[in-house]
Every structure is written in structure tokens, then in C-alpha cells.
């Protein structure tokens, strides 16, 4: 198994800003990726975070608004960019063992006003 | 495209009664399927999960699910509910050798002293 850190675990931010989360495994995984989880729905894939080269996005998702970094094996970052009170949401890294076996963090809870 | 399909949003069953939660699945190539399950404030945790050995797998916590391709299902049971299972419980699917999932809209169980 894995564990996985998410910070920060929640934060209020104002219209126009952005925020950068980071999450951190305790040992090197083969995949990370980034989900929301917007109020009282399911869970979305945002991304694949790549180590060493640019995260593959999913249809409805972009770099500029949310770009991501992996610069290792352990550690990557999702920044939610231009905040919008839309992106209020939970956004979940996870980090891939094997095949489709993900564990999840415990979400970083944004909030924007 | 893969993609599954969670029957009720909520469920409420009372303690010991049997617990049946309902997932259907699509998927143009052989799935691996999972469930996982969301206790309040907290991450994702693997409950069970289908890789194509077993049709009837078995979980942490008394759960199983079986695997029926006739049906596309892949069903969650559990032959007494506890109170502790109150939770939010999401199905999920991902093509054989893939690592990302896609999840369903999650049903939430209550559980009735």
C-alpha cells in the first residue's frame, strides 16, 4: 500500500488567484493522478501526472488551468489557476501500484469566494 | 469508452439487514472493476476489485461483489449491515492493463439502528 499527504487539506482563496496543491507519496509509484470531486457528485479525472514530461489531461481539462508538475517518483503538484467560485471542489491525488489499484489522499477541500 | 452506471444515489438499510448496492458497466474492451468507499472527511479506500480471476471477489469489511459479464454487472453485497458501513461507496472501472478509473456517482448507504 501507499500513503498519501495532500496539502493543504482546505482553503478559502479569492476570485482571480491560484492555488497550488501538493501531494506527496511515502513510496515511488509508478502513477499519479489528479480527481475532482465537486459538491455531491462523483469523482472526475483531471490528469495523469508524468514524471519528467507533461501531464496527459482529459477532455474538458487544460494545462493552463490547471497545470501540473511530477518532478519525481514520489511528489507532484496541481495548481488550480485564475480561481472561479466554480472550482470550489475537492481535488484528490491518487497514485497507481498496478493495474487500476489506486489509493487516494484525503482531498484538498478548496473554497473560492 | 468505459464508463459505469451506479442504480440509487442513496440507499438506507437496517442494521443487519442485507446490503446490496448496484453497479452496470460499459466497457468496449475486458474491464477490471472496482468499488471503493468514502467515510466522511476522509479518502477513498479499496473495498474489492475485479481483475479478471475470480467472477466473485471478496473484500475488507464482509463485503463481495461478483462479476457477471451476461448482466454487466458488478453488484456490492454484504450479508448484515453494520453501522459503521454508513458511507458513500463508488464503482468504478478501468480498461485491463490501464491505471486510471472512472468512477461512478456513488450511492450513499445509511445505515437504521
Known amino acids: 500500500s501507499a500513503v498519501i499527504s495532500q496539502k493543504p487539506s482546505r482553503d478559502i482563496c479569492q476570485r482571480g488567484t491560484s492555488l497550488t496543491i501538493q501531494c506527496q507519496v511515502d513510496s515511488q509509484v509508478t502513477m499519479m493522478f489528479w480527481y475532482r470531486q465537486q459538491p455531491g457528485q462523483s469523482l472526475t479525472l483531471i490528469a495523469t501526472?508524468?514524471?519528467?514530461?507533461?501531464?496527459?489531461?482529459e477532455s474538458g481539462f487544460v494545462i493552463d488551468k490547471f497545470p501540473i508538475s511530477r518532478p519525481n517518483l514520489t511528489f507532484s503538484t496541481l495548481t488550480v489557476s485564475n480561481m472561479s467560485p466554480e472550482d470550489s471542489s475537492i481535488y484528490l491525488c491518487?497514485?497507481?501500484?498496478?493495474?487500476?489499484?489506486?489509493?487516494f489522499g484525503e482531498g484538498s477541500r478548496l473554497t473560492v469566494l | 469508452a468505459q464508463s459505469v452506471t451506479q442504480l440509487g444515489s442513496h440507499v438506507s438499510v437496517s442494521e443487519g439487514a442485507l446490503v446490496l448496492l448496484r453497479c452496470n458497466y460499459s466497457?468496449?474492451?475486458?474491464?477490471?472493476l472496482f468499488w471503493y468507499v468514502q467515510y466522511p472527511n476522509q479518502g477513498l479506500q479499496l473495498l474489492l476489485k475485479?481483475?479478471?480471476?475470480?467472477?466473485l471477489v471478496k473484500g475488507i469489511n464482509g463485503f463481495e461483489a461478483e462479476f457477471k459479464k451476461s448482466e454487466t454487472s458488478f453488484h456490492l453485497t454484504k450479508p448484515s449491515a453494520h453501522m459503521s458501513d454508513a458511507a458513500e461507496y463508488f464503482c468504478?472501472?478501468?480498461?485491463?492493463?490501464?491505471?486510471?478509473?472512472?468512477f461512478g456517482t456513488g450511492t450513499r448507504l445509511t445505515v437504521i439502528p
Open positions: 501526472a508524468n514524471q519528467g514530461s507533461e501531464a496527459t489531461y
Open positions: 466497457s468496449s474492451v475486458p474491464p477490471y
Open positions: 475485479y481483475t479478471s480471476a475470480a467472477t
Open positions: 468504478a472501472v478501468t480498461p485491463t492493463g490501464a491505471n486510471n478509473l472512472f
Open positions: 491518487s497514485a497507481g501500484l498496478r493495474a487500476g489499484e489506486l489509493f
